[in-house]
């Protein structure tokens, strides 16, 4: 968080969803990060999580906006933070099968040695992937900047000129068929890309996915790219 | 749902929250509904539902609010609905198990008979608490109008006189010490009143309720009532 001034006017909002838990994050730069149970922790979705600086806070106290805000999402009333919202008051019913399973997805990070393993393992799926592309002679990396590459939602372009020299339509009907190949051999599920991204693949290395079992994924892309290819 | 007219220009829009599937609604009346599972479905909470009349659709279709409207609320887009979001397309991620929690609460209203049978179920709830209050000499309901008094959210006042000549601080006070008797006994969990309304007793009167559990339930309350008032 080099980039982010100490002495900021402004405030600083992390859609943390993907990342964090499975990245080092400079929380002294944030004014306000959101995150969710299920990328990282595996756990149930339909629940946000928010994190507040006391800046934020301050501007929450002293700004009303000019238009209404639905009540879900009122974090002050009458220039005052309403603090029972932090406290375990709720101001719609969540969802208790869910928290019981985020407190059990909490024990499990514990139990492996907290955040940092968590870190570690994410980090070490990303390693996994790049020494399998640097290797490939048909995929790259979407993220040419290795420093900014994400190691949860890792996303990759397929180089191979066989495969660009098909118009975007096509190069999705192929890729159709890669993911369908895997899906039935029970290998990967949805490991399609982002459906505003380029044609991609995108492979999931949070930190419950099991370094092994990225390990042994990858050769089955490979495989599943080559029998595509072959039976064009 | 007489009193709306069939030609209204407007859009009647219905919190269903807690009464659907226990009541009769008159759905030809409504352009907007909205429910949740976790009422009288007895399912899991953190998911809203809503229901649109064609002049619903058409009125999204049509009307650009002059303020910003959170993603999550969004049913339109460029004057277009977002038919996605109606037919299994998700704007944020819902929690799977939730659904197959609402699945499974919806398996068993077929299996007891569709929603005819949760109407009766809590119609026959509330017609128990009637009987009991008919004869009793300390209770009452805080809705007077028996035609409009909800099977579902079933609300009691106190209107014996040794309770009603404390002020509200004291009548919640009272009701306090009668809650965690009936908690302790592990008869009644959080029967208190909404925290906006007046001292009251608030008992779930919704399908998932079995009528045998509330005829059980009465004779507790009247044995704590008395408890409390003869040792005060």
Chains 1, 2 share one sequence.
Not at 116 to 125: A, G, P, Y
Request: charged fraction near 25%; charge should be negative.
């Amino acid at each position: 968080g080099d980039w982010i001034p100490d002495d900021r006017e402004g405030l600083t909002i992390c859609d943390a969803t993907s990342g964090i838990f499975a990245m080092d994050i400079d929380c002294s730069k944030l004014d306000v990060i959101t995150w969710s149970w299920q990328k990282v922790l595996g756990a149930e979705a339909a629940h946000g999580m928010i994190a507040l600086s006391p800046r934020a806070v301050e501007r929450l106290e002293t700004h009303i906006p000019s238009w209404p805000i639905p009540k879900l999402f009122r974090l002050a009333n009458k220039k005052k933070i309403i603090k029972g919202i932090f406290e375990g008051g709720t101001i719609n019913t969540p969802s208790m099968i869910c928290v019981e399973d985020v407190l059990d997805a909490l024990n499990w990070v514990e139990s492996i040695g907290g955040t940092k393993e968590l870190v570690k393992i994410s980090n070490e799926n990303l390693k996994i992937v790049e020494d399998w592309v640097s290797k490939s002679d048909w995929i790259k990396f979407m993220c040419e900047d290795k420093n900014i590459r994400s190691s949860t939602s890792i996303t990759l372009l397929i180089k191979d000129e066989w495969f660009t020299k098909f118009n975007e339509d096509e190069q999705r009907g192929v890729l159709k068929k890669l993911f369908s190949i895997l899906d039935k051999e029970g290998v990967a599920k949805d490991i399609n890309g982002y459906p505003k991204a380029p044609p991609s693949i995108r492979i999931w290395g949070g930190s419950t996915v099991q370094n092994n079992d990225m390990k042994a994924l990858l050769p089955w892309i490979d495989w599943a790219y080559h029998s595509v290819k072959n039976n064009a």
